[in-house]
């Protein structure tokens, strides 16, 4: 049986009291909101902090506020099955429904959260292993070793970010609140993260993130596609977040954010995929030409589950299957 190392748990008042207790314990301490990821990383000693700071019980992060016209503030303490049932979220935001409902299983999504699968851990073969699996290649880049089995010639580590909220929130615009004991600061959703299996994330390791805005949606549409080996619970292998904006009273789309995820270290816009609909209508061969485009700026990594040049050939369908649920939206 795994078990968990010995560590100081603090339960802040508040998420400023939690923001001053990162500050003075400094890289060794972590946050945790449902745990589902810190946990298993812990027991596996993929993560080793000396004080885990709890924010699940902080009613201030929790909450939906705002409107669809002009915008919604979500609390990062959602759980993923408050995210997939919320009335607001299904009729206006559903690629953000549709990505929560396709995370983990029934049970991990009672206690799941935004925030936390927005900072989710990348995931790599050589890395999601228990302690004596990864002992016995010597460890990796990532946690306790000095190479990469991915790239042994490479000083960066190619883990795959596998969160599946986060190519939402890029598709969206998503603004993300973050709070240390140096103040607050808003960054854009696609600023929240690097092209680093190790470094993933911009977010300064003593930043709590406190909300996520989504962007006003005043007839935009969104749409989701996930693949994974098992459908009832796996991690994505590759995901797709679309949102469209399409002109006044026609069928010609004005704005296009299509971001893929799953595939490399970080989630990312596809600028050629959305220039190849910009000024077009929706039709079967913008679609393709759109799926192709993504393909080509897609170049998946050789360390997670199934082949990846498979995984490059599915850009292109999984991008034409979110184009075509969008469509079915207008
Ligand atoms: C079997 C299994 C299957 C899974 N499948 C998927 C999947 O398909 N897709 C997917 O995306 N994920 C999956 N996950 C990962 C995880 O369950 C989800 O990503 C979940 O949403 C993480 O949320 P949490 O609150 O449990 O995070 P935690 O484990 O509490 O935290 C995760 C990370 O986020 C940080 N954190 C948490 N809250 C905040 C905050 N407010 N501000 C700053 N940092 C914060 C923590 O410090 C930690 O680094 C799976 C996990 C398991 C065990
Ligand atoms: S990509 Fe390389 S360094 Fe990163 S987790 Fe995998 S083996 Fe380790």
């Known amino acids: 049986m795994l078990r968990l190392p010995e560590f100081t748990y603090r339960r802040p008042q508040n998420a400023r009291e939690a923001a001053t207790i990162l500050a003075g314990e400094g890289p060794a301490a972590m946050l945790v909101a449902g745990g589902t ?11 080793e902090p000396r004080v885990v700071v709890g924010l699940r019980h902080l009613a201030e992060l929790r ?29 206006n935001y559903p690629a953000v429904a ?27 073969s050589y890395y999601d292993q228990t ?3 990864r002992q016995s290649i010597h460890f990796c880049l990532k946690k306790d070793g000095d190479t990469c089995w991915v790239a ?8 795959v970010s596998s969160t ?23 960054i854009a959703a696609g600023q929240m993260y690097n092209n680093d299996g190790i470094a993933y994330l911009a977010k300064r390791p003593n930043e709590i993130v406190t909300a996520v805005d989504l962007p006003a949606i005043n007839g935009d549409v969104t749409s989701f596609q996930k693949l994974r080996r098992r459908g009832s619970i796996d991690f994505p292998i590759l995901n797709v977040a679309v949102w469209l904006r399409l002109a006044k009273g026609r069928k010609t789309i004005e ?36 799926a192709h485009a993504a393909r080509l700026d897609s170049r998946p990594l050789d360390n997670t589950d199934l082949d990846f040049s498979w995984r490059r050939s ?14 079915h939206r207008i």
């Open 37 to 47: 990821d810190l946990w298993p990383k812990m027991k596996r000693r993929q993560m």
């Open 63 to 91: 909450g939906v506020t705002g409107s669809p016209g002009a915008g919604l503030t979500l609390g990062p303490n959602l759980t993923l099955r408050e995210l997939e049932r919320h009335p607001l979220l299904l009729e």
């Open 98 to 124: 549709e990505a929560a409902r396709s995370i983990s299983s029934p049970p991990l999504k009672t206690m799941g959260t935004l925030g936390g699968n927005l900072c989710v851990d990348t995931r790599c």
């Open 131 to 133: 302690h004596e699996w």
């Open 152 to 159: 042994p010639g490479s000083r960066r580590c190619w883990a």
């Open 164 to 186: 599946d909220l986060a190519p939402v929130m890029l598709a969206l615009n998503a603004r993300i609140h973050l709070l240390s004991k140096d103040g607050e600061r808003t």
């Open 255 to 290: 704005v296009a954010r299509i971001a893929i995820g799953g595939i490399t270290s970080f989630p990312f816009l596809s600028l050629p995929a959305a220039n190849a609909l910009i000024g077009s209508e929706l039709t079967p061969e913008t679609i393709a030409s759109a």
């Open 314 to 327: 599915m850009v292109e369908v999984w991008v034409r299957r979110a184009l075509e649920q969008v469509s």
